[in-house]
């Protein structure tokens, strides 16, 4: 028995600056996760891969990541996914530093 397509996200790292990017549904990338185009379909999914994985001056290492629609966007469906999302662990710069200066 095959499991059925679940809703996924392109993801990459920037080659120049190398944090975590996210595929727009208008051919951006973009550090904010929610803002990620999340795909519900199994072909498309592969064509959005195909266009990120021809972007090699751009982004490296793009694969599809499990995601769910939450009420802000999309979001990581498993642990690696989250903490990729959250920005470096080694100390607060990044993605972490905006995310204390808000208060989160």
């Not at 944090?19 to 973009?30: E, G, H, M, N």
């Not at 990620?36 to 751009?58: G, S």
């Not at 469906?77 to 662990?89: C, I, T, W």
Request: aromatic share 6%.
């Amino acid at each position: 028995m095959t499991r059925g397509f679940t809703p996924k996200v392109v993801t990459a790292s920037d080659l120049r600056r190398g944090d975590v990017v996210w595929l727009t549904a208008d051919d951006r990338w973009t550090r904010d996760l929610r803002e990620a185009e999340l795909i519900t379909e199994e072909a498309h999914a592969q064509l959005r891969l195909l266009h990120a994985q021809a972007q090699p001056l751009v982004v490296v290492g793009a694969y599809l990541a499990e995601a769910r629609q939450g009420p802000e966007g999309p979001e990581p469906v498993h642990f690696r996914e989250a903490f990729r999302a959250r920005g470096p662990s080694n100390y607060p710069h990044g993605k972490q530093e905006v995310l204390r200066s808000r208060g989160a």
